[in-house]
């Protein structure tokens, strides 16, 4: 006898597997607990005993007299009462037609005329009507109906029983159909049956409920998850380019400060176009990017807004830029957007340069603003600084050379290439919906080379380069390294800040987006999750310096600058509290921007929230604290940080085992018999076998036993078998120290 699956034995009885799996536990076999389970052979034969029926012998009746009667009468004879007529020797033949010619008259011919009440009767055709002449005419009662043949299902490859099938998930029930060679009507009725499920052919599986069902067939699958598309993409960018294709690029340059202090003067200047006269009310509304050239070589400027209103765009445009330039007006000096500006520059990583601009104005201070902004940080390089001020004039043209030649210093400075041979990938400055062109979208090329009817990838849009624009309107083939450019026929709107990339098929490229679709509605549009000082500890970054990123708003200036300098002074060689912004006044949209873009937490001391600021914080994720006092501010962030410390290690050793004896076995290799010493040894401590004072070898126990029983641990005095994973080099004398390693928490004390 042997063994046999609980489902199989139900179908052999034609009886259910629960009544089977009842039965069982009356029977004591508490390791039948489902109908995938196996009946040992030992108990085949008690389980189907429980079903067989019981035998027993009928008890013999005498026949009545009626029923002697009835037998006696049966054995006489009885005569046919008529002869039976002889079976048909062959059919009759039918009755033949005359041939019909085509317009011939047909008398008597039958037709089908229907009535009123929906049903046909037959009538006798006219006379006088003829056949059509033509070919050969059939009647429409006697043409034979058309049967679509029946399309024979493709035939399945049948997966031989006990054979391991890998299965990519998810899974529908026509692809695991197809993948184990068995009928999608069978899997559907097992679902049904014996799992409960009531399943179609494309609904999909989860990895237990596809285990079952191969169990069932007797077929082992292993489930593994498909690659996303996403997924292979990284792959493919994660590849570097050759050294020896790389070549300098173009530096890409960001104009930023306060609002009126001639930045789009400056750029427009330098251009020598009249762009300024276009914006409304001369101040920019939207991100222009520009190429110019100077002596042989380009730089791309980025025009950000500088009114207040649109920071999120001047915040995307310092990210997507190499370097930036603070343009100060001489006569206003430093101005609350201008140190915004820096701090947004700052938060991106991105080297400074200062252009003091309307130096030709009787009032200009260029001094005053170097004061200014050396209390910011940047300080002159004439005074010893890193930072590099030209003195310009957008109406006089004065310092654009100077200007231009800093900018390509900056850039030799950090050494900028790319390929221009490589398929083309960079960043989305602004997009929108054009009434001619469809969505229309600004981007500026960071590596390869763009080329017209390339298949794009953005973002959830994809589309072929239709058409492409440069910064003059007109219209280019190609695009290379930090070249900006307008593109059309996009699939949908794309975010600003979005990437784009090149890919070689275009069916790829929407299939990515339909699936960063489809990830974004799984998802439920949730937003990223920002740090907040509860969730400080889980956002650990890589690296041994941490950063706290703060941004502080209080109601006066002695306020602001204690607090400064006791946050400041919070920080240590492995947590660093970094304020990217501080002011005076209410916490505004502008703050809770950049605290989006750059991840940091809002505190506001005896402060107001301006209108919308609330909402705009909530939708985005960005916490903002309010405190009345001080040293709760101080207290809050140091507990925050202390999350941010590394656990100090420390190593407690538990015992120490004395090896007597060493014992050679084949299978298991050698076991020690010991005493141990001093403390505890447990299953799972960390041992350290040592001999005359040398560590031979660190690991951990494949055994511990007192006499034939495992045990958790073994305390002083007492005896026990050990055997350690992976080592047998071991001796009689030898040490065996047990020890486990402490995490203790660390505080900035």
């Known amino acids: 006898m042997t063994k046999i699956r609980v489902s199989a034995l139900a179908k052999e009885l034609g009886i259910k597997s629960g009544l089977i799996i009842e039965k069982c536990k009356e029977l004591g076999l508490s390791y039948v607990t489902h109908h995938a389970n196996t009946i040992e052979e030992k108990d085949v034969e008690n389980v189907r005993n429980l079903f067989r029926p019981k035998e027993t012998p009928p008890t013999p009746v005498p026949p009545t007299e009626k029923q002697e009667k009835e037998v006696l009468e049966a054995r006489i004879p009885t005569p046919p009462l008529r002869p039976t007529a002889a079976p048909p020797t062959a059919p009759l033949p039918p009755k033949e037609r005359p041939k019909i010619e085509p317009g011939e008259v047909i008398p008597g011919e039958i037709s089908l005329k229907p009535v009123p009440s929906g049903k046909f009767i037959k009538v006798s055709r006219h006379p006088t009507l003829r056949r059509p002449a033509g070919p050969a005419f059939v009647p429409h009662w006697r043409r034979a109906r058309r049967v679509p043949k029946e399309v024979a299902p493709a035939a399945l490859k049948v997966v031989p029983r006990g054979q391991k099938v890998t299965l990519e998930t998810p899974i529908t029930v026509k692809d695991l159909s197809s993948k184990l060679g068995i009928k999608a009507s069978n899997i559907i009725t097992k679902l049904l049956m014996e799992h409960n499920i009531g399943a179609t052919m494309n609904q999909s599986l989860d990895e237990e409920t596809v285990a079952l069902l191969a169990l069932d067939f007797g077929i082992e699958v292993e489930c593994k998850k498909a690659k996303r598309p996403e997924e292979e993409l990284k792959v493919e960018l994660a590849v570097p380019s050759r050294t020896a294709d790389l070549v300098a690029r173009p530096p890409i340059v960001t104009f930023m400060g306060h609002v009126d202090h ?212 007109q219209a280019v083939t190609e695009a290379g390294p930090s070249y900006p450019v307008s593109v059309s026929d996009l699939s949908t709107i794309p975010e600003a800040g979005e990437k784009f990339y090149v890919l070689k098929d275009m069916q790829r490229a929407k299939g990515i987006a339909l699936d960063r679709q489809k990830q974004l509605r799984e998802a439920g549009l949730k937003e990223r999750g920002h740090v907040s000082l509860e969730n400080l500890y889980t956002k650990i970054e890589a690296g041994k310096v941490k950063e706290l990123k703060l941004i502080l708003k209080a109601d006066v200036k002695g306020s602001l600058e204690v607090l400064e300098n006791m946050l400041e002074e919070l920080s240590t ?49 960005v916490e903002i604290r309010h405190y009345q006092v001080i040293y709760d501010i101080t207290r809050d962030v140091k507990a925050a940080m202390e999350g941010l410390l590394e656990p100090e290690k420390k190593e407690v050793v538990t015992g120490q085992v004395e090896i007597k004896q060493v014992f050679k076995i084949s299978r298991f290799g050698n076991v020690a018999g010991c005493v141990v010493k001093s403390g505890k040894i447990n299953r799972n401590s960390i041992i350290r076998v040592t001999r005359d004072g040398a560590v031979l070898f660190e690991g951990k126990l494949a055994s511990l036993k007192i006499v034939k029983e495992d045990v958790k641990e073994v305390r002083q005095g007492l005896e026990c078998g050990i055997k350690i994973a992976g080592f047998d080099d071991i001796k009689v004398g030898d040490t065996v120290e047990a020890y486990e390693i402490q995490q203790i928490a660390r505080t900035l004390s």
Request: glycine content about 12%; charged content about 25%; overall charge negative.
């Open 262 to 473: 001639g930045k789009t003067s400056l750029l427009d200047a330098i251009r020598k176009t009249n762009v300024a006269g276009g914006e409304v009310g001369g101040i920019t509304q939207h991100i222009g990017a520009y190429r110019v050239e100077t002596n042989g070589r380009s730089v791309v400027f980025l025009d950000t807004p500088g009114h207040e209103a649109f920071t999120a765009m001047r915040a995307r445009g310092s990210q997507a830029t190499d370097v930036a330039v603070l343009v100060v007006a001489a006569d206003d000096g430093v101005m609350p957007q201008t140190e915004e500006a820096l701090n947004h520059a700052k938060a991106a990583g991105v080297p400074v340069v200062v252009a003091i601009n309307k130096i030709d104005k009787p009032e200009a201070n260029p001094m005053r603003v170097k004061q200014q902004l050396s209390k910011l940080g940047l300080v002159p390089e004439e005074w010893g600084g890193k930072t590099g001020f030209v003195e310009t004039s957008a109406t006089t043209k004065k310092g654009l050379d100077e200007l231009l030649e800093r900018l390509l210093l900056e850039a030799e400075i950090l050494e900028l290439k790319a390929n221009p041979k490589g398929t083309a990938r960079g960043v989305v400055l602004e997009a929108r919906l054009h009434e001619g062109r469809g969505v229309v979208a600004t981007v500026i090329v960071q590596d390869g080379t763009l080329h017209l009817g390339d298949p794009l990838l953005c973002g959830q849009a994809s589309g072929r380069v239709r058409a492409m624009y440069n910064d003059r309107g």
């Open 573 to 621: 060689g492995e947590v660093k509290v970094r304020i990217l912004h501080s002011g005076i006044g209410s916490i505004t949209e502008s703050d809770v921007i950049l605290a989006d873009a750059s991840d940091a937490i809002i505190i506001g001391f005896y402060v107001a929230l301006e209108e919308g600021v609330a909402g705009l914080a909530e939708g985005r994720g």
